[in-house]
Each structure stands twice: as C-alpha cells, then as structure tokens.
C-alpha cells in the first residue's frame, strides 16, 4: 500500500507540474486563439508514454487544440465538466475510459494578466505617466485538460506486489528449513539420550549416547557415558566380589 500510494502521488506531482506548465505557456495561445501555437505546445507532450490526452479550450467550450484520443464517457468527465472550473483550481480525479483503462485526469484553467485603472485615473494620462497606480487582475481565458494513462504505474505495482509475495513465500519457506533443522538438531540427541536412560534403568548397561558434539548436549552426553561407564565397573565388581565369596 506504500508504494502503490508513492507511485500515485509522484505520478500525480508529475501531472500537475506538467499542466500548470502548458497553462502558463498556453496563455498567448488561447488569447489569441492561435491553433499553430497551441499544436505545437502540445507536441511536446509526444515523448511522453504516460500521456494519453490533452484538451485545450475555449472559455466558450469550443475546442482550440488537442492530442490524443478522449475515451472518457459523459457520465464519468465531459468537456462542459472541465470548462466549469474556477479560477485558480487545478483538480485531478482518476476515472475509467470507455477500455476499462484507469486514467488521471487532471485540470486547470489558463488566465492572463491584465492591468486596470480606476475610474478616477481614466483619462487622456491614463497608461502613460507610470505614476498612477494601477490594479492587477487575472481573468480565465480557457481550460486544459490532461489524462495520464496508470498503465505503467498498476504494472509497477502489480511486480511490487509480486515481488512482496514471492519474497514472503521464500522467508516463511526458509524460517520452516531452518526451524525444522534445528528442531531435528535439538532434538534427535535428546531422542537417543532417552532411549539410552531406558535401557540403563533396565539394567543394560552395553549401549552408550553416540553423541559427538561440543555444546551443552554434547557434554551431558559424555557425562551420560561417563556414568554408564562407572557403574558397569560398580556392577563387574560387585559381581566379582560375589564369585569371589562363593568360592570362599
């Protein structure tokens, strides 16, 4: 979920640089309605694989220029949707074309700039002595609209996604191996340490712990046989003082 969300936000970022670069660019396009202009603006957009559409409109709704194809259906985004932004907004909303493509759509409107005088200040003077202060305004002057294909993006996640599976199936496969291993480790000495106590408590005592290692097991095996061996020479002499007293 990181990553699928650090993918979207950078391809989101990506987006909205990239729009509010042809809206500051487009502006003596729209102004003065120039297609060559505006054609030109959007070839740069060409090189760009994510790039899946590009509108630029009128503040009429009429068509300036555009690129690529708009597959957008009415009820998701239209072209009367993206000429009803505001001033100064630049939205973005992921939506489905009409090929169960997801796509991110973004929008923002193209403004210029315009120097106003006050009422007080028209007159024959007016725009000339640099004095008289003036009012700065933005006016909208047209919209562009901009569709980024989440082809690549949903393929970078979906191997992400792959890869976090395929790495889990591999930790968990190589946690049990290892568990296994040292549970047979663990625990096939202590198997035959038992077995060896149960044929000592029955009193046989020619089986000793064939246990050849240098840690805690190791050593109370050999204290094991150690002990086997003592009281086999307990048992010998015993049995030796017995024949020993018969003969007597």
């Known amino acids: 979920r990181r990553q699928n969300d650090l993918f979207r936000r950078e391809l989101e970022t990506n987006g909205e640089t990239m729009i509010q ?40 709704n009429r068509i300036l220029s555009r690129t690529g194809q708009f597959n957008i259906g009415s009820d998701q985004w239209s072209v009367d949707a993206i000429a009803r932004m505001k001033q100064g907004d630049c939205r973005m909303e992921y939506v489905v074309d009409q090929y169960d493509h997801e796509i991110l759509v973004l929008t923002a409107p193209v403004v210029t700039m315009k120097k106003t005088l006050s009422r007080e200040n028209l007159g024959i003077t007016g725009g000339i002595n640099q004095s008289i202060p003036t009012t700065l305004e933005y006016e909208t ?9 989440m082809e690549k993006v949903n393929g970078a996640i979906a191997e992400g996604r792959t890869a976090v599976i395929l790495l889990t199936v591999i930790v968990l496969l190589t946690t049990i191996v290892m568990v296994a291993f040292i549970v047979s480790a663990v625990s096939k000495p202590i198997t035959e340490l038992v077995q060896v106590t149960d044929q000592v408590s029955r009193g046989d005592l020619s089986r000793k712990a ?22 086999k020479q307990s048992r010998d002499e015993i049995e030796q003082y017995n024949r020993t007293l018969e003969e007597k």
């Open 21 to 60: 670069m042809l809206a500051i660019n487009a502006e003596s396009g729209v102004l003065f309605e120039s297609t060559y202009e505006l054609e030109e603006l959007l070839h740069v957009l060409k090189p760009f694989e994510t790039v899946e559409f590009a509108i630029i409109l009128s503040l009429d």
């Open 210 to 231: 064939e246990i050849d290692r240098r840690d805690e097991i190791g050593h109370l095996a050999s204290t094991f046989n150690v002990m086997i061996e003592s009281l």
């Open 141 to 149: 002057i047209g919209h562009i609209a901009l569709g980024l294909s």
